[in-house]
């Protein structure tokens, strides 16, 4: 028996080489991670494995010591059906042009993430966030962006993602909106910024009758974990992610990334 690994579309197109993830149950056994490991090898460079709850510091899978660069919070919440008035500041983002305003921000909501920590990844860490942004306001990679303007400046930004989840207990096709990326400018922190860009996630989730809004955060990121609770949010499941580099791939100049086991 091997787990399912789901292909990482977005992150294998951006880091040009192949990447899945992961996802384990609670009762997941290192024999049967360490078989998926080995038939994903030459498909895979990369694979993200997370585990449920807080696992160690690091893992050895297949003898390769693979360390846990973060560990997440997913928080969930109902949406409110009484949407309290957001302040003024907050505007809705239609332009499909990003301004290097969304770009600053948008690079610092993701300087505690795994793609910062991983020093495989790390010298590519502040392109991929300005890629994700450049491709939220195109419409790609979110469905809504609102920001928070003052005096013509972009000092907080949030974008949202209608998604579909089946509840695997009760088999129903459950709607909600999920925050991909929550960033208010650090100068400008503790203003109660980051409330309102939530309070408007609730308010464009309500609007298209969504019933619950959810959001991923680090678990060291002691500021975001407190916003969450202070708007509502609860403690939905945690994971530890490791990162499991595949062995035997080169990269050549003409054809990019390739396993030499599939060259044999």
Same mark, same amino acid.
């Given at each position: 028996?091997?787990?399912?690994?789901?292909?990482?579309?977005?992150?294998?197109?951006?880091?040009?080489?192949?990447?899945?993830?992961?996802?384990?149950?609670?009762?997941?056994?290192?024999?049967?991670?360490?078989?998926?490991?080995?038939?994903?090898?030459?498909?895979?460079?990369?694979?993200?494995?997370?585990?449920? %709850?807080?696992?160690?510091?690091?893992? /050895? @899978?297949?003898?390769? %010591?693979?360390?846990?660069?973060?560990?997440?919070?997913?928080?969930?919440?109902?949406?409110? %059906?009484?949407?309290?008035?957001?302040?003024?500041?907050?505007?809705?983002?239609? /332009?499909?042009?990003?301004?290097?305003?969304?770009?600053?921000?948008?690079?610092?909501?993701?300087?505690?993430?795994?793609?910062?920590?991983?020093?495989?990844?790390?010298?590519?860490?502040?392109? @991929?966030?300005?890629?994700?942004?450049?491709?939220?306001?195109?419409?790609?990679?979110?469905?809504?962006?609102?920001?928070?303007?003052?005096?013509?400046?972009?000092?907080?930004? $949030?974008?949202?993602?209608?998604?579909?989840?089946?509840?695997?207990?009760?088999?129903? $096709?459950?709607?909600?909106?999920?925050?991909?990326?929550?960033?208010?400018?650090?100068?400008?922190?503790?203003?109660?910024?980051?409330?309102?860009?939530?309070?408007?996630?609730?308010?464009?989730?309500?609007? @298209?009758?969504?019933?619950?809004?959810?959001?991923? $955060?680090?678990?060291?990121?002691?500021?975001?974990?407190?916003?969450?609770?202070?708007?509502?949010?609860?403690?939905?499941?945690?994971?530890?992610?490791?990162?499991?580099?595949?062995?035997?791939?080169?990269?050549?100049?003409?054809?990019?990334?390739?396993?030499?086991?599939?060259?044999?």
């Amino acid at each position: 028996m091997t787990y399912q690994i789901a292909p990482a579309q977005w992150d294998s197109r951006f880091f040009a080489f192949p990447i899945g993830h992961i996802e384990l149950p609670g009762d997941y056994t290192m024999t049967e991670l360490e078989t998926t490991l080995q038939e994903a090898q030459p498909k895979f460079r990369l694979l993200f494995v997370s585990v449920p %709850k807080e696992g160690p510091e690091s893992i /050895s @899978l297949l003898g390769n %010591k693979c360390p846990c660069y973060v560990r997440k919070l997913f928080f969930k919440k109902d949406v409110p %059906k009484n949407i309290e008035p957001f302040d003024s500041h907050i505007q809705a983002y239609t /332009s499909t042009f990003c301004s290097s305003a969304l770009e600053r921000l948008a690079v610092q909501s993701g300087t505690m993430t795994q793609f910062r920590q991983d020093p495989e990844l790390a010298p590519h860490f502040e392109q @991929l966030f300005l890629t994700w942004i450049n491709f939220a306001v195109t419409k790609e990679l979110a469905d809504s962006i609102w920001t928070w303007q003052e005096s013509g400046r972009h000092l907080g930004l $949030v974008t949202t993602r209608f998604a579909k989840n089946v509840n695997p207990q009760t088999g129903q $096709v459950e709607k909600e909106g999920r925050i991909g990326m929550l960033s208010v400018d650090a100068a400008h922190r503790r203003r109660g910024i980051g409330k309102q860009l939530i309070m408007a996630c609730d308010f464009w989730c309500s609007s @298209l009758d969504i019933p619950v809004s959810a959001i991923a $955060v680090q678990k060291d990121n002691e500021q975001a974990i407190a916003l969450c609770n202070h708007v509502g949010f609860r403690i939905d499941r945690e994971t530890s992610v490791y990162h499991y580099w595949s062995p035997g791939w080169l990269y050549d100049v003409r054809r990019g990334w390739t396993n030499t086991a599939q060259e044999r």
